[in-house]
């Protein structure tokens, strides 16, 4: 049973910082690529960054470069995201996907399309 739990999320302050965590199992995160995405109200879900289990190479959204970290430890079976200079528009709740490694679809590395297993979100709020 491939399962995805995020914690970490809470209130953060403009400017200020917050990590959020994703538990995995069911898998070995060396042979997956595992996502962070959001969804505000009102808002479509989108991307966030993504990181390679395997080879931890990375990839960010511009709305998020330099400010954001994703990392992975793999003892740990666990992604982080690292949030700095936190904007009011970061506000969402946050979503741990992964998809298996050799399956891309074509859509991006930040399409929800390319992810075929979800966690049940964690809920940040960014205000003063």
């Known amino acids: 049973q491939l399962q995805l739990v995020e914690s970490g999320g809470g209130l953060g302050q403009p400017g200020g910082s917050l990590t959020l965590s994703c538990a995995a199992s069911g898998f070995t995160l060396d042979d997956y690529a595992l996502a962070w995405f959001r969804q505000a109200p009102g808002k479509d879900r989108e991307g966030v960054s993504v990181?390679?289990?395997?080879?931890?190479?990375?990839y960010y959204a511009g709305s998020v470069k330099g400010r954001f970290t994703i990392s992975r430890d793999n003892a740990k079976n666990t992604v982080y995201l690292q949030m700095s200079s936190l904007k009011v528009e970061d506000a969402g709740v946050y979503y741990c996907?992964?998809?298996?490694?050799?399956?891309?679809?074509?859509?991006?590395?930040?399409?929800?399309?390319?992810?075929?297993?979800w966690g049940q979100g964690t809920q940040v709020t960014v205000s003063s």
């Open positions: 996907a992964s998809r298996q490694l050799g399956t891309p679809r074509g859509r991006g590395p930040l399409s929800s399309d390319e992810y075929d297993y």
């Open positions: 990181i390679s289990g395997k080879d931890g190479s990375t």
